[in-house]
Every structure is written in structure tokens, then in C-alpha cells.
């Protein structure tokens, strides 16, 4: 009879473990958390190249059903879909610890029952060993799950530890989703900002935001501060002297060229890209948001970011407005200055319609011209 009741209790405890297990696996999958980005694209699948389904505003309660490779399958407002999990901030895990106390309660309940159907010293001894090794067992997973969150925490930790500081060197900074402009934009960043830089890929930079989140941001427009200290032999300042002509003329020439990769395009009013065609601020604004730099959508609106200049001054890399109409009244096209007297720009002409290079110092555009303004500082 005590052989049969300690395999009783036995195949019990294994029922129970495995019970437990199933419960813990399930469990690790059912998460809350906070939404931190500004506004959060839903996609129907964790890559960005699929479709957004919807958009969730920052600190928006969403519950998580699975992970995948950096992203989070959700429900929200009555849909499902994917987010990026750096934009979630986990509010709420169930905690598998308030499962083991049930199970060991539970096998201790089940070997004092057996024990009290018989009183012979070895059943005590049985209870006692029972006991023991429940509670050993109980501590190594304890020890198990406290190392993987040692571990994970040690982890994040250096995933998110400040490698440098930099500043930010353009009117308006794009952060971006991951590196590169096809990924949505999460924030903003203003001139002058101080950044802090946790990683860095082919000319991006992973930089930590506020509110503990992390997004991307083209190098081009952000200057290594730490390295700057470091040469001048003084400690890291939050205040920094603007970058010098020859790092600014680099990114206006990197402009020039690669505004003259579209020449040829076709124009096509309130066309946004290459394989769609451009009109004119949908021209300039796509070569600019290359090199992180966020302008407006029409030449009217275009008109009023960075800074006026005369005529006299233009550089390669500025914006030039004109009013084709002929009334000196009203902007209503843009192009972007190269330099000797030039600029480029999706003309809606009837000869041309294209992307083309045309003469500013006289002619028809140095006639309908109207102002200029320097984006690039």
C-alpha cells in the first residue's frame, strides 16, 4: 500500500509540473504595455514593408499576445497587428511564482494525505524527504528564473548604454523607426539638441530619447561631441560651438549629387517619389529628407523654414522660390541652388516636364524669381 501511494504521489507531481509549465509558457505571452512613441504604426506583420493597419497614440494601453524579432503581435481598439517593441514600455507580467506556491502547496497537501493513512515511522520519513525535495526543487527554478532576469537586465543595459553624446545640426531632425528613410518617423529633433548615442550603422546613429525609448537619426546631421571633448582636453558641455564650413560643405555637395541621381524624372503633380514621379516640392522635399532634414509639402510652406538669404549669398544646397505666374505676389515653385549660377528642380514645363537643371541668372527664372532660404546650417 505505500509502494502504490508514493507512485501516487509521484505521477501527481509530474502532472502537476507539466501543468505548471503549460501555464508559465502560456503566461510569458500575455503582457500589457504603454505605448511611448508619438504615434505607433500598427503593420500587419512585424516588418515595415507591410501594410499599416492602423496608428496608436503615445501612452495607449495595448496587450500582447507574442514577440517576434524585435516586434510585438497586439490587440488594440478591437484589432490585431504588429508594433515595434523599442516604442513599448511593459507594464504588467504575471508573475509564475504565485503558480510554484500553488504547486508546492499542493504536493505537500498531497503527501500529508498520504502519510495520515498510515502511522509508521518510514511514512514520516517519506513526508520529510517529500518536503525536502520539493523545496529544492522549488529553489533551483527560483535561482533559474533570477539568473535569466539578471541576465536580461544585464543585456538591456548595455544595449542601451551611451556609447557618446553628439548635436544635432539641422533646422528639423527626422527620428526615424530604424535606420534608413523608408522607416516611419517617430519624432522630431530641433538644432542645437543634445543626443545621446547608443549604436551606429552605415551612416545612422541609435540614439536614446526622453521618455527612454530609442530611434534612429542620420549621422550626417548629428556631430560626435565626445570626440570633440576629448580633443580639447575638456569635459563633455552641453553647450557647443556650431560645426565649420568644410563639414557643411560636404553635406551640400552630398545634396548637389544626390539630387542629380532623379534627373530625367517625369513630373507629376503631387508626385513624392522616383518610381511615381515628382512635382516640385515633392521633389525637394524627398532629396532632403534623405539627409534627415523634414520640409513641408508645398513650395508656399517650403518658403517660411531656415533662414532667409539674398540672392548674393545662395550656396549649393539652399532652396530658391519663384512665382511662375508672373505676378511677384505669390510663391508657387521650388528647386534646390548647385552652384554657378544653377539649380535643379521637376519642372511642369511643356518641353520638359522632368526633373532638370535650368539657369537662375537670367531668362524666364531669374525673372519670376522671389527668395531664397538656407535649410542647411
Given at each position: 500500500?505505500?509502494?502504490?501511494?508514493?507512485v501516487f504521489?509521484?505521477?501527481?507531481?509530474?502532472?502537476?509540473?507539466?501543468?505548471?509549465w503549460t501555464?508559465?509558457?502560456?503566461?510569458?505571452q500575455n503582457?500589457?504595455?504603454?505605448?511611448?512613441?508619438?504615434m505607433l504604426?500598427?503593420?500587419?506583420?512585424p516588418?515595415?514593408?507591410?501594410?499599416?493597419?492602423?496608428?496608436?497614440?503615445?501612452?495607449?494601453k495595448?496587450?500582447?499576445?507574442e514577440?517576434?524579432?524585435?516586434?510585438?503581435?497586439?490587440?488594440?481598439?478591437?484589432k490585431?497587428?504588429w508594433?515595434?517593441?523599442?516604442y513599448?514600455?511593459?507594464?504588467?507580467t504575471?508573475?509564475?511564482?504565485?503558480?510554484?506556491?500553488?504547486?508546492?502547496?499542493?504536493l505537500?497537501?498531497?503527501?500529508s494525505?498520504?502519510?495520515?493513512?498510515?502511522?509508521?515511522?518510514?511514512?514520516?520519513?517519506t513526508?520529510?524527504?517529500s518536503?525536502?525535495n520539493n523545496s529544492?526543487?522549488?529553489?533551483?527554478?527560483?535561482?533559474?528564473?533570477?539568473?535569466?532576469s539578471?541576465r536580461?537586465?544585464?543585456?538591456?543595459?548595455?544595449?542601451?548604454?551611451?556609447v557618446?553624446?553628439?548635436?544635432?545640426?539641422?533646422?528639423?531632425?527626422?527620428?526615424?523607426?530604424?535606420?534608413?528613410?523608408?522607416?516611419?518617423?517617430?519624432g522630431?529633433?530641433?538644432?542645437?539638441?543634445?543626443?545621446?548615442?547608443?549604436n551606429e550603422?552605415?551612416?545612422?546613429?541609435?540614439i536614446?530619447l526622453?521618455?527612454?525609448?530609442t530611434?534612429?537619426?542620420?549621422?550626417?546631421?548629428?556631430?560626435?561631441?565626445?570626440a570633440?571633448?576629448s580633443?580639447?582636453?575638456i569635459?563633455?558641455?552641453?553647450t557647443?560651438?556650431?560645426?565649420?564650413?568644410?563639414?557643411?560643405?560636404?553635406v551640400?555637395?552630398?545634396?548637389?549629387?544626390?539630387?542629380?541621381?532623379?534627373?530625367?524624372?517625369?513630373?507629376?503633380y503631387?508626385?513624392?517619389?522616383?518610381?511615381?514621379?515628382?512635382?516640385?516640392?515633392g521633389?525637394?522635399?524627398?532629396?532632403f529628407?534623405?539627409?534627415?532634414v523634414?520640409?513641408?509639402?508645398v513650395?508656399?510652406?517650403?518658403?517660411?523654414?531656415?533662414?532667409?538669404i539674398?540672392?548674393?549669398?545662395?550656396?549649393?544646397?539652399?532652396?530658391v522660390?519663384?512665382?511662375?505666374?508672373?505676378?511677384?505676389?505669390?510663391i508657387?515653385?521650388?528647386?534646390?541652388?548647385?552652384?554657378?549660377?544653377?539649380?535643379?528642380?521637376?519642372?511642369?514645363?511643356?518641353s520638359?516636364?522632368?526633373?532638370?537643371?535650368?539657369?537662375?541668372?537670367?531668362?524666364?527664372?531669374a525673372?519670376?524669381?522671389m527668395?531664397?532660404?538656407?535649410?542647411?546650417?
Amino acid at each position: 500500500m505505500l509502494k502504490f501511494n508514493k507512485v501516487f504521489v509521484y505521477i501527481t507531481a509530474s502532472a502537476l509540473s507539466v501543468s505548471l509549465w503549460t501555464c508559465t509558457s502560456f503566461a510569458q505571452q500575455n503582457k500589457t504595455g504603454v505605448t511611448t512613441a508619438t504615434m505607433l504604426n500598427m503593420r500587419a506583420n512585424p516588418n515595415t514593408s507591410t501594410k499599416v493597419i492602423d496608428q496608436i497614440p503615445n501612452g495607449s494601453k495595448v496587450d500582447i499576445i507574442e514577440t517576434s524579432n524585435g516586434w510585438y503581435k497586439v490587440s488594440y481598439n478591437g484589432k490585431t497587428g504588429w508594433i515595434y517593441s523599442s516604442y513599448v514600455k511593459i507594464t504588467e507580467t504575471p508573475k509564475s511564482a504565485v503558480v510554484d506556491e500553488t504547486l508546492t502547496a499542493t504536493l505537500n497537501k498531497g503527501s500529508s494525505s498520504t502519510d495520515n493513512s498510515t502511522n509508521t515511522s518510514s511514512n514520516n520519513s517519506t513526508t520529510i524527504n517529500s518536503t525536502e525535495n520539493n523545496s529544492s526543487s522549488n529553489q533551483v527554478i527560483d535561482e533559474t528564473i533570477l539568473k535569466a532576469s539578471q541576465r536580461a537586465t544585464a543585456e538591456e543595459k548595455a544595449e542601451n548604454a551611451v556609447v557618446k553624446t553628439g548635436i544635432v545640426k539641422a533646422s528639423v531632425l527626422n527620428v526615424r523607426e530604424g535606420a534608413d528613410v523608408s522607416y516611419s518617423v517617430v519624432g522630431k529633433l530641433q538644432n542645437g539638441t543634445k543626443v545621446n548615442i547608443v549604436n551606429e550603422k552605415a551612416g545612422w546613429y541609435q540614439i536614446k530619447l526622453a521618455n527612454g525609448s530609442t530611434g534612429w537619426v542620420s549621422s550626417t546631421y548629428v556631430i560626435d561631441n565626445t570626440a570633440i571633448a576629448s580633443r580639447s582636453g575638456i569635459a563633455e558641455d552641453s553647450t557647443m560651438a556650431a560645426p565649420n564650413n568644410s563639414d557643411v560643405s560636404s553635406v551640400r555637395g552630398q545634396v548637389v549629387e544626390y539630387s542629380k541621381k532623379f534627373l530625367g524624372v517625369k513630373y507629376v503633380y503631387g508626385g513624392n517619389s522616383p518610381s511615381q514621379g515628382f512635382d516640385c516640392s515633392g521633389y525637394v522635399k524627398y532629396v532632403f529628407s534623405n539627409f534627415g532634414v523634414s520640409l513641408e509639402r508645398v513650395a508656399a510652406s517650403q518658403a517660411n523654414q531656415g533662414t532667409r538669404i539674398s540672392k548674393g549669398d545662395l550656396l549649393p544646397g539652399d532652396l530658391v522660390f519663384f512665382d511662375t505666374n508672373g505676378g511677384h505676389n505669390y510663391i508657387n515653385h521650388v528647386g534646390i541652388y548647385i552652384g554657378e549660377g544653377m539649380f535643379i528642380h521637376a519642372s511642369s514645363g511643356s518641353s520638359k516636364r522632368g526633373v532638370v537643371i535650368s539657369d537662375l541668372t537670367s531668362g524666364f527664372y531669374a525673372n519670376s524669381y522671389m527668395t531664397a532660404r538656407r535649410v542647411l546650417n
